[in-house]
Each structure stands twice: as structure tokens, then as C-alpha cells.
């Protein structure tokens, strides 16, 4: 950092206990175990990967150590990158590493300190209390079991992508006859098996539903007929189902009026869900977080989970119908480009209910950082403001990509605020605290 202010700025912010609001721990393996499990984030995979490294080291057969120094062999080619500088934070706070740089010649000595630091059996404890948190948010798949675990530390989560998109498999439908003893095959049944979900998950103390979006998807309310016939479609319970997958088409409609606009079964059963999903969250008084943007298997050949991408085609006008419709339910938004960061800016200006929330995934680098926080410090109350999650798989990556963010936020407000005598030091920590913490305590009621 540049200067005293910024720094003394990050120290206080450092000291702010954390809520983090999203995440993709397991609760019950919520710390690393190995090296292998640091560097299998799909950061890592896929910056080696577009690097030059084969498949051949993310088989299963392939050793744990053997992977690691496979890519620790690469990182010499992305180590101007920030995941790179979150390794090496993660290898001098947690691992002991001393030196000024990681390279494949430290393979074997890090494996080795991980797999004895790891295994000490109050290490999740220990990474918890030195990255200064309080509790974190899951993703649950909607028939997770939520037992096992402290959910005050680990909140649930219902993070629905597979009702949405995927209950036309097989597979998704019987896992929820399998979590609700509803067989679903009409509007009615559907929205008895949601309301089972939203009351288990509610009774085991989830703050939030959460989605993932395409760029082409557009909420909008599915008249209980047409849902039915979708459904019907879905199942192979109707004597169209045959033709479901040769090009059946529905009529979307909007505000009970066809559009002219034809979609298939799915579109229609998707857009149903996820209407009812909304009115689920309004009945109980639960957030919407909408994950917007995402393309998948844009890369076909690419590694695990490094495969989607974005495009620009995404506006959140496509949202407009929900938002108005749903004035009770708040909807924290995350946009996977930082060229749609203005729009989610005026959204979030105008729209009580709309919320901008973190640097979600290709923006969550500093330099977008910067010009996001910059645009939406500028520009958005700051009480509807959550500054940032970690999007985290395992626990030891909270602390570095948390400091990365609070250095950028040190300088916003040391920049924006303090310099120019808008705030004192002590006002604008606390407006960082209100970032960091606060908003997420008053948005998710933790």
C-alpha cells in the first residue's frame, strides 16, 4: 500500500470480525486437508491449464503430491496473476513459507508442512479465529442434509440451479420426491414440494436462496395452466411428451398475455420454478441472491470447473418483472462482468429491493475491484451495499482473498473520503465495517 492512511485504513479493517455471505465450503470438511486441496481450486487448474499443463495431472490416478508439483511447475508462468499472490499469503500465513517466491522446487517441502499443519486436529478452529470469522454461507443443493454441523458458524443456504434448470432429469425429479414425498407433476405439486424445502431449510436456519443465471434467462410469471402442461410434458405423463425433445413448443406469456414468443417445456417449467421460487422467498422473508451472467461449457475441453464464461448480451432489464412484482423480497445481485457493473449501480439507485453484492468470479481481480467499489461508493446507499465474499471451497482462502479486498476498499476510502475531508479515519472504517459487516447482519438477519 502507498501510504500510512491506506495502511492504517487495512489494519482496521482487518479487525472486523467477518460475515461472509457466500461460499462453497462443506461444513463438514470445511478446512484443507492437503496441498492438493489448495491447489485444486479451479483457479489454479485452469490458469495452469491455459498455461500449458495436459489433463494429465487432474486424473484421479495421478498422485496428490505429483499433482501439486505439476502445478507448481506452471505457476512460474501465471505468478503476476492475484491468484498467484493468494497462494503465496496462503503459504506464509498458514504453511510457514519464508521465501519471496513459490516455485516447483518448494513443491515437496510445502506438500510435506500441509500434510502435518492440516492434520493437527484443531486446525479448522485455528484458520477460523486468524481469519477473523464469525460465521460463512453455504451452498446446499436442496437435499443436502443440513445436520452434522454448527449452523450459527456454517449458515444453509439453498442454492437452487438444479430445480430451475434440470428438473426435467430423471435424476433431480426423484431427489425431490426423495427430500419432500411429493411427486411432482403439476403447478399444485410443485409448489407443495417448494414450500417443503423452504420450511426445512428455514427451520435449520438458512438466510438466503440463491441461483446462478444464463445471460438469456428472463423471469416472468407462468400462468398455472401453461406450468401444468409443461410439467406434464417434462414427465411423459401427456401424449405430447413424445414430442417434447422434437421442438413442442409453448407460448410464453407475460402478465397473462402470449408475447407471440414460443419456448419449449423446459423454458416454461424453468421460468415457473423460478417464479415460484420468489414467492417462496416472500413468504419466508428470505433474500433472492441472483448469480447473473453465466455462459456454461463455453470451453468444452477445459478443466473442472473452468469451462463457463461470460458474454454481453445480460442486461437486467430482463429483471424488471421480478423486481416490480416482488417489492418484499430483497435481491442481492452478482454480475460475472465488470462492464455491467454501471447497470447494477442504477439498479441498485433506483430499486429498493435490488442490492449489489461482491465482485463475483471474472471481476474479482483489484483492478475491476477498484472501479466497481469506486462506481458504487459514488453512487448507491451505502446500507445497500454487501462489499464482498469469498466464493471460497476451502476455509484457508477466506483470509487472502478478504485482504486483497480490504487493501482495495483501504484506498477507496482513503481516496474518496478522508483526502478530500468527506469523513474522518474513524467514519471511514466505519463505512467499511458497514461493507464488511454490517449489511450482510441486516440484509440476511444473522
Known amino acids: 500500500m502507498n501510504d500510512n492512511l491506506s495502511r492504517d485504513l487495512y489494519t482496521a479493517l482487518c479487525a472486523i470480525p467477518l460475515i461472509d455471505p457466500h461460499s462453497h465450503i462443506d461444513p463438514i470438511a470445511p478446512a484443507s486437508r492437503s496441498l492438493d486441496d489448495i491447489l485444486g481450486y479451479h483457479y489454479y487448474t485452469e490458469l495452469a491449464h491455459s498455461a500449458g499443463m495436459s489433463h494429465e495431472p487432474l486424473r484421479k490416478e495421478t498422485s496428490p503430491r505429483d499433482r501439486v508439483k505439476a502445478i507448481l511447475g506452471h505457476m512460474g508462468r501465471f505468478d503476476n496473476t492475484v491468484q498467484y499472490a493468494w497462494f503465496l499469503e496462503i503459504a506464509r500465513e498458514f504453511l510457514g513459507f519464508t521465501g519471496d517466491k513459490v516455485t516447483s522446487a518448494d513443491a515437496d517441502a510445502l506438500f510435506d508442512s500441509a500434510q502435518t499443519i492440516f492434520s493437527q486436529p484443531d486446525w479448522e478452529k ?76 428455514k427451520a435449520k436456519g438458512a438466510k438466503a436462496c440463491a441461483i446462478s443465471l444464463p445471460p438469456d434467462f428472463a423471469p416472468v410469471k407462468v400462468p398455472d395452466a401453461e406450468l401444468d402442461r409443461a410439467l406434464k410434458a417434462l414427465s411423459g405423463d401427456s401424449p405430447i411428451a413424445k ?8 407460448a410464453r406469456t407475460i402478465a397473462g398475455k402470449s408475447t407471440g414468443v414460443d419456448e ?16 417462496h422467498c416472500r413468504e ?56 455491467q457493473n454501471q447497470e447494477l449501480v442504477a439498479y441498485s439507485w433506483i430499486f429498493p429491493n435490488v442490492v449489489t453484492n461482491g465482485h463475483w468470479w471474472y471481476s474479482n481481480i483489484p483492478a475491476y475491484i477498484g472501479r466497481d467499489l469506486t462506481e458504487r461508493l459514488q453512487a448507491v446507499p451505502k446500507t445497500k451495499q454487501i462489499g464482498y465474499y469469498s466464493d471460497a471451497y476451502k476455509l484457508e482462502f477466506v483470509l487472502p482473498k478478504y485482504n ?12 474518496q473520503f478522508v483526502r478530500p475531508g468527506r469523513m474522518s479515519e474513524t467514519e471511514a472504517v466505519a463505512l467499511g465495517k458497514r461493507l464488511l459487516r454490517d449489511n450482510v447482519r441486516e440484509i440476511f438477519d444473522v
Not at 404 to 415: H, I, K, S
Open 243 to 250: 414430442a417434447v425433445f422434437g421442438g413442442f413448443q409453448f
Open 404 to 415: 486483497m479486498y480490504r487493501r482495495v476498499l483501504a484506498e477507496a476510502l482513503a481516496d
Open 126 to 201: 485455528q484458520v477460523l479465529k486468524k481469519s477473523n470469522i464469525d460465521a460463512i454461507f453455504l451452498t446446499n443443493e436442496f437435499d443436502d442434509s443440513l445436520d452434522g454441523f454448527d449452523t450459527s458458524v456454517y449458515v444453509p443456504c439453498l442454492r437452487t440451479d438444479a430445480l430451475v434448470f434440470h428438473l426435467d432429469k430423471p435424476k433431480i425429479r426423484q431427489r425431490l420426491i426423495d427430500t419432500t414425498g411429493v411427486d411432482v407433476g403439476d403447478a399444485q405439486s410443485l409448489r407443495k414440494a417448494v414450500w417443503k424445502l423452504f420450511a426445512r431449510f
Open 284 to 339: 419466508f422473508e428470505l433474500p433472492f441472491d441472483l448469480m447473473i451472467g453465466v455462459n456454461r461449457t463455453v470451453y468444452e475441453a477445459g478443466v473442472y470447473q473452468g469451462q463457463d464464461l461470460f458474454d454481453r448480451q445480460t442486461s437486467l432489464i430482463q429483471y424488471r418483472d421480478l423486481f416490480n412484482a416482488f417489492p418484499e423480497v430483497t435481491f442481492p445481485i452478482s454480475v460475472l462482468t465488470s462492464g
Open 264 to 279: 419449449s417445456p423446459q423454458a416454461a417449467v424453468a421460468r415457473g420454478v423460478f417464479w415460484m421460487l420468489a414467492e
